[in-house]
């Protein structure tokens, strides 16, 4: 079973990204370096709620 989830950037905190994942499989929170419009920046994603 797969889930919807939502990226936020850590650095100005706007919710850039969307993506899915087994919560089966992966139990902890998805974190990935991923660009921002915002910072003009790659910087570190992490899940949200």
Do not use: P, S
């Not at 915002?38 to 910087?43: I, L, N, R």
Request: glycine fraction near 0%; aromatic fraction near 6%.
């Amino acid at each position: 079973m797969r889930e919807k989830i939502t990226l936020e950037c850590t650095a100005c905190k706007n919710k850039n990204y969307t993506a899915t994942r087994n919560k089966k499989t992966k139990q902890e929170k998805l974190e990935l370096k991923k660009f921002c419009r915002f910072c003009h920046t790659h910087t570190l994603h992490k899940e949200i709620k």
